[in-house]
């Protein structure tokens, strides 16, 4: 008696090459925790503005209990770049992206193709000038030992977190272009989440 194992879920990069398959695969795996991240970073951004809530409320009726949490404003402007950053690349690779598609829609496929690319490329080389100018923003805050005035947090961490977050939609990019080139598919559908009934 034999007994039929699920199969694993076939990859859309399956058609390239060996090693660009390994890449295009090992990005589309960093999308998926980037998306992750994303949600748990707005997770987080959601409880601590909860927390907020409930200690200004209680605040009002004890009178010994805190007005506020000092770090709550802080921290959110925090958690919602990184919110923000991380949830880029899961996007561009579902096609959530808000995009103009009047000129896409009206020529031919091969020329849809190279617009693709050719928007893709654009992409990776604005994303990849501002992720380096990012990068070397953290840097200089690493290295002067800037702290936040208001909770003595340094500044580098913040930075460094929304530099990954935009790394990754970078080489999401990057993948976006070979792909294109290659002839694969551009969005992997099977990313979005499920609709709620």
Known sequence: MTTLSPAAP????????????????AIDRL??????????????????????????ALSNVLPFFPPDISIAWEYSSYLMAASFTFGAAM???????????LLLKNVPAP??????????LAG?????FLT??????AWSSFVR???????DTPLWFPQAVVTF???LLTLQFLARAIQGVLGLPLEDHSMKASPVE
Do not use: Y
């Open 145 to 151: 030992g800037q702290v936040s005035t208001g909770s």
């Open 165 to 167: 977050g935009m790394l």
């Open 91 to 101: 996007t561009l690779r579902v096609g959530g992206h808000i995009r103009v598609v």
């Open 111 to 120: 020329l849809q193709r190279g617009l693709e690319v050719l928007a893709a």
């Open 31 to 56: 999308g998926r925790l980037d998306g992750w991240i994303g949600g748990g970073c707005l997770l987080a951004l959601t409880f601590l503005m909860l927390a907020e809530v409930a200690t200004r």
């Open 132 to 137: 380096s100018a990012m990068a070397k923003f």
């Open 124 to 128: 990776f080389v604005f994303m990849a």
């Open 10 to 25: 076939k990859s859309l990069n399956a058609a390239a090459p060996v090693p660009i398959r390994f890449l295009l695969d």
